[in-house]
């Protein structure tokens, strides 16, 4: 796995289903600073114009993969709404020459940033691509990789360098390399089939992960993204379960009397943190996954779910109706002092916290429109990002930058005609909705971490 | 034998619901075996049909309505002539909620129809219970009429 005739300054190895990638730094990186400062805020409304020609290979197959890796890094970095991609039918020069040495007058006169180069080596079912991104006004290389894996693993090292991309311009880590979990759906709502599903964050990748022999609901994704927390009909008792990714094997995990739901992982991911209900209540329990041992967090006669924890573990916001309504509440992780942080207008459900830890999203219920917005832990700073006949159940991706959610569209007639159940995107400062395209209709989404 | 004619009467109808192209939705336990003789007592049917199988709540409340307490006192004393049977109630809400909460408000809606049961005497080891929230709604549009129909608690003979 070494790689002759580089001196290895840095090596990270990318372990995930299908085999290993291993990323190398190339000697020439100077690891230069960007000498324009950009960051997330200032991309939002003077995106990054960067050429992203195809990567340049010796043969029909690398120049193939090559030009697909070139789209798949593009449309990352389009899709984020921080990036412009450069229009390709204005390159000057070609991929081949400028993967052996750009030009940079002719990517400046296009009005070029950033640019990257590749080379693409295809030897079998082993791909070796490197990759360097270079700051066109001070000419300078910002960064150089290389990057060996599986053929297969194509997309993988595609999502990779874009992370690298966002992050060494942006200076904030990525969030391309992750997948989506969510509920795919099909048949008329009355006798509706939902199975889980993943795919790449871009849609990519896609397979179902229950044959829709049992309704599944509100996955969730384990830290280390190879486990998914979710609730079953299996046998037509609603349950929480855990869904191995790498061998398929389910197991119940919330089965104390009653039903279990709105599953959330401890950040630590040793314990569950769910919902009961045992009588007509509904209570906050977290559930050990080793020894399965149940502590009940909060109590009383009112619907308390959708709890989730704060990054640090230390605090759960989650939803009850406790003071009347539906409102949202912050009580520590061993379930005390709970207090309301929501007041604005309307019902507020399906709390999550950022990754980051500076922001709570929700859902908002109010004059009739949902609506999908964030608000700060302490409740202050409330902004409503998307609203709408119906939307819910924000997900934050891994760097905080951008939530996916669902949205519906009402029936227009008694028989249901016209509804629709789809996923949508959006950054959290409310700009660039984008609908994420599955299969079928869809619901609850949930993204990874980062799988590197 | 009596169950083998009927068998083959279900049948019939059935063959005739796809001759005629429409779709009675067999599944849904609509009274597809129902003869001239009227439902066979004790079953889903005779429940529909001589009792009434759902009760109905206001938005966001899961406390039997006044209007609707009767038709559970009918079927505790129904539940009373059969003591074979056992059921299970289906709690549901309508779609202008999350799917979370009305899951938790459906089992809640669950309950409290259990509750009428058990105080109109039937044994509450006969009586199951479970959510379905949002996600099953009985009528499909999207405005007043349908959701006042999905804010309910349905019987369903097990």
């Keep these: 796995m070494t790689l002759p005739g580089f001196g290895i300054s840095r090596r990270h190895v990318f372990a995930g289903a299908g085999g290993s990638i291993v990323a190398s730094l190339l000697p020439e990186a100077v690891l230069a600073q960007p000498t324009t400062v950009i960051d997330v805020t200032r991309a939002r409304t003077d995106p990054v114009p960067i050429a992203v020609p195809d990567m340049a290979g010796a043969g029909p197959d690398a120049q193939r993969m090559g030009r697909q890796i070139a789209q798949v890094i593009q449309a990352n970095l389009r899709n984020s709404g921080l990036f412009r991609p450069v229009d390709r039918q204005a390159f ?3 991929p081949e020459a400028a993967a052996a040495t750009p030009r940079f007058q002719d990517w400046r006169v296009i009005g070029a940033q950033a640019l990257t180069t590749g080379r693409v080596e295809a030897s079998g079912d082993r791909l070796r691509v490197e990759f ?47 997948q989506i979990v969510y509920i795919a759906e099909s048949g008329p709502r009355d006798r509706r089939t939902r199975r889980m599903a993943m795919m790449d964050q871009d ?10 022999s049992f309704q599944a609901l509100t996955p969730r994704f384990h830290p280390t993204a190879r486990q998914v927390a979710f609730m079953s009909y299996f046998r037509n008792e609603p349950r929480v379960y855990l869904f191995n990714l790498d061998s398929g094997q389910q197991q119940v995990l919330g089965s104390f009397g009653g039903m279990t739901f709105s599953p959330r992982f401890h950040p630590d991911g040793r314990s ?11 209570n906050i329990y977290s559930v050990d996954i080793g020894s399965r041992r149940e502590r009940q967090l909060t109590s009383g006669g009112s619907l308390d779910v959708s709890p989730c924890y704060s990054p640090d573990g230390t605090q759960i916001v989650f939803n009850s109706d406790r003071g009347g309504d539906q409102q949202l509440y912050v009580m520590s992780a061993d379930g005390g002092g709970a207090r309301r942080i929501s007041f604005g207008n309307g019902r507020y459900a399906t709390p999550v916290w950022s990754p980051r830890g500076d922001l709570i999203a929700f859902t908002r219920i109010s004059g009739g429109q949902f609506g999908i917005g964030v608000m700060r832990p302490d409740g202050s ?3 409503i990002l998307s609203e709408g006949w119906a939307m819910e159940g924000p997900t934050f991706a891994p760097n905080g930058r951008v939530l996916a959610f669902y949205r519906e569209t009402p029936a227009r007639d008694a028989r249901g005609g016209g509804y629709s159940s789809t996923l949508s995107q959006i950054d959290i400062a409310g700009f660039n909705e984008r609908r994420m395209v599955t299969p079928t209709d869809a619901s609850d989404p949930a993204w990874s971490p980062l799988l590197s | 034998m009596n169950i083998k004619l009927l068998g083959a009467l ?25 003869t001239a003789s009227g439902p066979r007592p004790g079953s889903q049917e005779d429940l529909v049909a001589n009792v009434g199988d759902r009760v109905l709540f206001d938005t966001d409340r899961s406390s039997v309505r006044a209007d609707q307490r009767a038709i559970l006192e009918r079927q505790a004393a129904w539940l009373g002539r059969y003591p074979q049977v056992q059921v299970a109630v289906e709690g549901h809400a309508d779609e202008r909620g999350t799917r979370e909460y009305n899951l938790a408000l459906g089992q809640r809606r669950a309950n409290a129809a ?3 049961l058990v105080a109109g005497g039937v044994a509450s080891a006969r009586i199951a219970t479970i959510s ?20 309910r608690a349905v019987t369903v003979v097990r």
């Design chain 1, 132 to 178: 360097r991104l270079w700051d066109v006004l001070p000419e300078q290389q910002l960064q150089g990789t290389a990057f060996t894996a599986p053929a297969a693993q194509w997309r993988r090292i595609a999502h990779l360098i874009s992370d690298v991309i966002y992050e060494r311009l942006l200076g904030e880590k990525g969030y391309f390399d992750t």
């Design chain 2, 10 to 34: 279900a049948a019939l109808t059935l063959l005739g619901a796809c001759g005629s192209g429409t779709d009675t939705a067999g599944a849904a336990g609509g009274g597809a075996a129902t």
């Design chain 2, 132 to 151: 379905y929230g949002k996600d099953r709604p009985a009528a499909l549009g999207s405005d007043e009429t349908a959701w006042a129909q999905n804010r």
């Design chain 1, 381 to 383: 700073g409330e902004r």
């Design chain 1, 272 to 282: 569950v943190v769910l919902s009961a209900s045992r009588g007509g209540d509904a």
């Design chain 2, 114 to 116: 259990r509750d009428v």
């Design chain 1, 92 to 94: 000057i020069q070609t």
């Design chain 1, 203 to 212: 849609g990519e990748n896609h397979r179902f992960l229950t044959d829709g």
